[in-house]
């Protein structure tokens, strides 16, 4: 049986059109839902109560929103324990095609050395999304591929995202694919999980290939399943938010797992800083998130290195 875990926050439309696509394209595997809400403001529509009395829909309140690893690792927790042999991990943004939630499950069957598969993603204006990390981002990827210098090195670029392959064909190994959908062996997850909850959101990626890599399993971009991202849906209302938690997410990985100094960090944070603040010239909910932005930030910076989990 196969595992699905959809975190909601205040997005029981999108979480319900998620649902109802996997029902509408699914019909060869096994699968239990796992629906955790992450103490989302709104209350649930009713027109999702009567998902909750289905046998393979299972509904967990969460009491805090703790952030994405936070919220997805309840999910996680309870289909290792119900035996689930695969978990996938899901935004309630994504929808699915037919059968592709089965053949991410069974090419990870098939290939028992393989931990993590990500299917092809298509975006909500139809354009294919070709990019997965192929490397791991380390200071130097951080400060000349993860900025706008990128522009200045086209080629190293390029092998980084992968985009030597072919994206709509070809299966390869990756170092890490996208967190808004894929599919994790139970073996890999006892191995590589809880995902660490320090970031609130965004860097879960870079991190879990680093536990990856360093478990030895491989991770694996595979086209034959396709999915659609309407990318952006969950944080579009809260867009000053997601850019201070990604910030904050993004020292945190530099000092925790990159090992890097106060010194060598600062430069990436005060790029970051003027990308904000030319936001904030523009747009009222940057310039109202802008104590909140210094606060957060600030305080990441001044912590000492954490000891990883």
């Known amino acids: 049986m196969v595992g699905i875990v959809i975190l909601n926050y205040n997005s029981w439309e999108d979480t319900k059109k998620c649902i109802d696509s996997i029902e509408e394209t699914e019909k060869r595997v096994s699968y239990c839902i796992y629906l955790v809400d992450n103490a989302s403001s709104k209350p649930m529509p009713k027109e999702l109560l009567p998902y909750l009395k289905k046998e393979n829909i299972i509904f967990i309140q969460s009491d805090k929103n703790r952030g994405y690893s936070a919220g997805n690792n309840i999910g996680i927790n309870q289909a290792l324990e119900d035996g689930c ?16 939630i089965g053949k991410l499950y069974q090419y990870l069957k098939s290939h028992p050395d393989v931990g993590i598969v990500g299917p092809k993603i298509i975006l909500g204006d139809g354009s294919l999304q070709r990019e997965c990390m192929c490397r791991k981002t380390g200071i130097r990827e951080k400060y000349l591929l993860r900025t706008r210098f990128h522009i200045f090195f086209p080629k190293y670029n390029r092998k980084y995202w992968g985009r030597q392959h072919d994206y709509h064909k070809e299966t390869f190994s990756v170092y890490a694919v996208l967190g808004c959908c894929f599919m ?76 890097m100094k106060k010194w060598q960090i600062w430069p990436l944070y005060l790029y970051r800083t003027m990308l904000y603040l030319g936001r904030a010239a523009m747009y009222k909910e940057f310039q109202k998130g802008l104590k909140s932005y210094f606060k957060e930030t600030r305080k990441e910076l001044n912590k000492s290195r954490h000891l990883r989990r």
């Open 85 to 100: 042999e695969a978990i996938l991990i899901s935004n309630s943004d994504v929808r699915y095609e037919s059968n592709s």
């Open 184 to 259: 994790i062996s139970s073996a890999c997850a006892k191995e590589v999980t809880p995902l660490d909850e320090n970031p609130f959101l965004y860097e879960e990626e870079l991190i879990l290939g680093i536990k990856m890599e360093e478990a030895q399993w491989k991770t694996v971009y595979f086209p034959e399943s396709v999915i659609q991202h309407l990318h952006g849906q969950s944080t579009k209302h809260v867009k000053a938010f997601a850019y201070t938690c990604n910030i904050v997410s993004e020292i945190y990985y530099c000092r925790t797992y990159l090992k």
